[in-house]
């Protein structure tokens, strides 16, 4: 069982940053890829960003250019930096990890954490 525990999260006024934690209980290393979710309230949980294993980024649109995702395999963390945040990045953000159980075909076991609140006001 993999267990992940955000942090980070809170109120900011629009304009400012926020980094997001989610340390993992196992090496960041031995999953497939590790993401950020977020889910406004009355919205789908859509991806914000994921890092691959081999150290690949991906980011919606909507934060390209302003949030950035890293991994810290020494310390079984990823993080993301959230910088010039808008009202509408307004969400619970969930960490993300896929464990590859299978490679072909390709199977994963997705995990994810509890969530960590970040409150945008304008």
């Known amino acids: 069982q993999v267990q992940l525990v955000e942090s980070g999260g809170g109120l900011v006024q629009a304009g400012g940053s926020l980094r997001l934690s989610c340390v993992a209980s196992?090496?960041?290393?031995?999953?497939?890829?590790m993401g950020w979710y977020r889910q406004a309230p009355g919205k789908e949980r859509e991806l914000v960003a994921t890092?691959?294993?081999?150290?690949?980024?991906n980011y919606a649109d909507s934060v390209k250019g302003r949030f950035a995702i890293s991994r810290d395999n020494t310390k079984n963390t990823v993080y993301l930096q959230m910088n010039s945040l808008k009202p509408e990045d307004t969400a619970d953000y969930y960490c993300?990890?896929?464990?590859?159980?299978?490679?072909?075909?390709?199977?994963?076991?997705?995990?994810w954490g509890q969530g960590t609140q970040v409150t945008v006001s304008s």
């Open positions: 993300n990890a896929k464990l590859l159980i299978q490679p072909i075909p390709l199977r994963t076991n997705d995990y």
């Open positions: 890092i691959s294993s081999g150290g690949s980024t």
């Open positions: 196992r090496s960041t290393g031995s999953f497939l890829s």
